[in-house]
């Protein structure tokens, strides 16, 4: 797991004037925080984390010295600004099942056997820490013309441990026959014409 620093927000500074100095807010919550942790990471160091990382990673975060094991469950990304404007954390604990999410992600796209289409996109699911995934790599050159793949097929789905949210039917991966190219069934068509 990655470990990001961050440190103890000081409330009496607005959120927006965090920002403007080149931090972003976030909190931490959990079973056993009697209360949750407001903290700022740095600008730079959230930018770099998720380049790596998407909502459901599992990470190390250190604020001020002291380490909490937690679940990215937020990260608020302003487009226009090209800047993140909040994240939250949940701390992990050994014993408690909690809701987290994993994305699918094609691999070997250009080595693909056929058209590829899918209904789901990511797997909503609860577990406890040893069992989260924040990512199922998919590889699209494994799989022939005529394959579908379901939410049920996936290895997350076939243990016993993870409580699956996302409806088991879901398809995950649908290799189709490619359709015939538009400019061959034209030219085909202008062939089988008769004469004039």
Known sequence: METLKAAKRDMSIK???????GFVPASVT????????NISISEKDAEMFMKK??????????VEGTVYNVLLKSADFDPLKHRFLEMTFQQLVADEKIKSQAEIIFEHEDLAK??????????????YPKDMVDKIVIDLSQYPIGTSLTVADLDLAKNPDVDILTSLEG????????SKDAAEAEEEETEAEPQA
């Open 114 to 127: 056929g058209f590829i289409t899918r209904t789901v996109s990511e797997i909503e699911y609860k577990a």
């Open 171 to 178: 398809t995950v991966l649908h290799v189709a026959e490619h």
């Open 30 to 37: 959990g079973r056993e925080m009697k209360e949750s942790l």
């Open 15 to 21: 959120a927006k004037k965090l920002r403007k100095s």
């Open 53 to 62: 990382n998407v909502i459901g990673s599992k990470a190390v975060l250190d």
